[in-house]
């Protein structure tokens, strides 16, 4: 596509004195005061008449943005196909936690399956533009994929720094693309140092992550997008685009959200959005030093030596300053600090692949931990429309996360009786001792969910009867090991179909679970009486919980 001419103003602005420069070369530090915080600042003014008509016209990518990216020249940049990611409605998700507006920001579809596309191709086209043609990078695995990916394209040679815990796949596509892999036998805060060591001897142009522009700026397109996106998913509010009650990321240095932070900011300056949303940074209970600093009330963020954790793309340990800037904002905007475990982490991934289909990687996961928690602290109300960022691709999936029992083999015998034979008898032998469950729901997307739920482990028939009549019908005709029932139906409720199951004696020892939206009057409660093994609150159990009663009544 031919891009038409563009170059517009941009400066750098000091957190710390306010001395404002244009920015045209990469500074490290204030010239002034020499504070280590520079902003980038746009003509707001120009911006807040150019967009309405300007962004009818562009494609949906993070360059429709340019005016507040800080590219002078659209000959430079390095794209291909980074941001306009989908955002998704967790519909299964949703109605087993009883959260109907859980969207999730699907960065996996970047060119290198995480948000750090966006990252890499703003930060290799501002290099191309200050002739930079060699370059370091220090990461736990997806920088460094990304960036070499598009240094790749944009011809510089890339140094990528990686501490061996990164896994070695990681690294094999870091040196596919053609970059200088740097293994360090230390944790990525030591290895970020050897970098910086490196480039200083080297004199190389060194990333400087979240302390550089490229890497916030680029960030904040996360943010424009979902603001943009949510009017058509949720409906119009009193303006234009409109802000989640919650962003919710994994963090280790913290770039994700202070993108968002900072485009939030702009937005309401823009008068395309009028707050701020709640930021939630997640962090692994094994190296959480935002969360322990933020519990502790600091206003700096004391490092984790030594980080114990699995995953290992958030695996760092001195956060950097970005923590100073997040912790404030959440004392100002609301929010929240939390840590989950690693085991936490997996179940999540878990989870998430079962029921929605979307398979992330670990430190992607850690953010929908944090979200099941923050929930069941009632941090986060279950009404409220929630954004989780989304990255990273599974493979190779961690083999732990499975267990053992993850594929089933067929043999095929090799000598008579024939093959066709042999085959069927092999595949008669994966139906062990099925299961029968029959759901009796009136709400189809609530049958969906319960289905899915069984789906996953694979040995259940599962019957589905729409109302209390067929339900019963079908009771009595198939005779299930356990009936999962909703009380509130049209016609005969669950009320009437539990009193009619237990005065059918062909069927009155059929357990029963019942899962029902209704908060129960004591009179339902003695109502239902001892005739139900379970009453399951929807929106308040998880699928483990449930198929665990499940496996206790149909054992
Ligand atoms: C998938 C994913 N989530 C979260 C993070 C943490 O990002 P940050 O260090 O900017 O907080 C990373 C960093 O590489 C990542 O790849
Ligand atoms: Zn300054």
């Known amino acids: 596509m031919k891009q038409d001419k563009f170059k517009h103003q941009?400066?750098?602005?000091?957190?710390?004195?306010?001395?404002?420069?244009?920015?045209?070369?990469?500074?490290?530090a204030c010239e002034q005061c020499g504070g280590e915080w520079l902003d980038a600042r746009y003509d707001y003014d120009a911006t807040r008449e150019q967009w309405p008509a300007a962004l009818h016209e562009r494609p949906f990518d993070m360059w429709r943005y340019r005016e507040l990216l800080p590219l002078h020249d659209d000959a430079h940049?390095?794209?291909?196909?980074?941001?306009?990611?989908?955002?998704?409605?967790?519909?299964?998700?949703?109605?087993?936690?009883?959260?109907?507006h859980i969207y999730i920001k699907d960065e996996r579809q970047g060119p290198t399956g995480s948000f750090k596309d966006r990252q890499a191709s703003l930060a290799i086209s501002v290099m191309k533009e200050h002739n930079v043609t060699e370059a370091v990078v220090a990461s736990t695995g997806n920088v460094a994929i990304s960036y070499s990916a598009y240094s790749a394209l944009a011809g510089i040679k890339m140094w990528a720094f990686l501490t061996s815990l990164v896994p070695s796949e990681k690294m094999r596509e870091v040196a596919l693309y053609g970059s200088e892999v740097i293994k360090v036998t230390a944790t990525y805060d030591q290895t970020k140092k050897v970098a910086a060591d490196f480039a200083a001897r080297k004199g190389?142009?060194?990333?400087?992550?979240?302390?550089?522009?490229?890497?916030?700026?680029?960030m904040k397109t996360v943010a424009f997008e979902t603001a943009e996106?949510?009017?058509?998913?949720?409906?119009?509010?009193?303006?234009?685009w409109r802000t989640p009650d919650w962003y919710i990321q994994a963090v280790s240095g913290g770039m994700g959200p202070v993108g968002v932070w900072k485009a939030y900011e702009e937005l309401i300056m823009l008068g395309l959005v009028d707050r701020m949303p709640k930021l939630a940074c997640i962090q692994v209970a094994?190296?959480?030093?935002?969360?322990?600093?933020?519990?502790?009330?600091?206003?700096?963020?004391?490092?984790?030596?030594?980080p114990q954790t699995l995953v290992i793309t958030i695996a760092t340990g001195s956060p950097g300053p970005a923590y100073s800037f997040l912790a404030r904002v959440i004392r100002e905007h609301g929010g929240a600090f939390e840590a989950v475990s690693d085991e936490e982490t997996f179940r999540a991934m878990h989870v998430m692949a079962k029921l929605d289909g979307i398979s992330m990687e670990p430190a992607a996961a850690t953010a929908f931990a944090g979200l099941f928690k923050l929930l069941s602290k009632g941090v986060i109300r279950r009404d409220e429309i929630i954004v989780v960022?989304?990255?990273?691709?599974?493979?190779?999936?961690?083999?732990?996360l499975l267990g053992d029992r993850w594929a089933r083999t067929v043999e095929l015998p090799t000598e008579t009786p024939g093959v066709k034979e042999g085959l069927l008898g092999s595949l008669g032998q994966l139906n062990g001792r099925v299961r029968t469950i029959a759901i009796?729901?009136?709400?189809?997307?609530?049958?969906?969910?319960?289905?899915?739920i069984l789906q996953t482990r694979g040995e259940y028939q599962i019957f589905e009867a729409p109302d209390g009549a067929a339900g019963l019908e079908l009771v009595r005709c198939k005779r299930p090991d356990v009936i999962l029932l909703d009380l509130m139906m049209p016609g005969m409720d669950g009320f009437e179909v539990l009193e009619a199951l237990k005065a059918d004696e062909k069927v009155s020892d059929v357990p029963v679970i019942v899962i029902t939206a209704k908060e129960l009057t004591t009179a339902e409660r003695e109502r239902l009486g001892g005739q139900i093994e379970t009453l399951m609150q929807k929106g308040s159990f998880t699928d483990e919980e449930l198929l665990e009663e499940i496996l206790k009544r149909a054992a």
């Open 440 to 452: 009796i729901e009136d709400d189809p997307q609530a049958t969906l969910l319960l289905r899915r």
């Open 229 to 240: 996106q949510l009017p058509g998913l949720i409906g119009p509010g009193d303006t234009l």
């Open 204 to 218: 190389i142009f060194i990333d400087r992550g979240i302390r550089g522009i490229s890497a916030r700026e680029a």
């Open 389 to 400: 960022n989304c990255s990273g691709h599974t493979f190779p999936v961690e083999k732990h």
């Open 286 to 306: 094994g190296c959480a030093p935002m969360v322990h600093s933020f519990n502790k009330g600091l206003e700096e963020a004391k490092p984790v030596l030594n």
């Open 77 to 100: 940049r390095v794209t291909m196909g980074e941001g306009g990611t989908p955002l998704l409605h967790a519909t299964n998700l949703g109605l087993m936690l009883g959260c109907p």
């Open 10 to 28: 941009v400066w750098l602005e000091c957190a710390a004195c306010g001395h404002r420069t244009p920015f045209v070369r990469p500074l490290k």
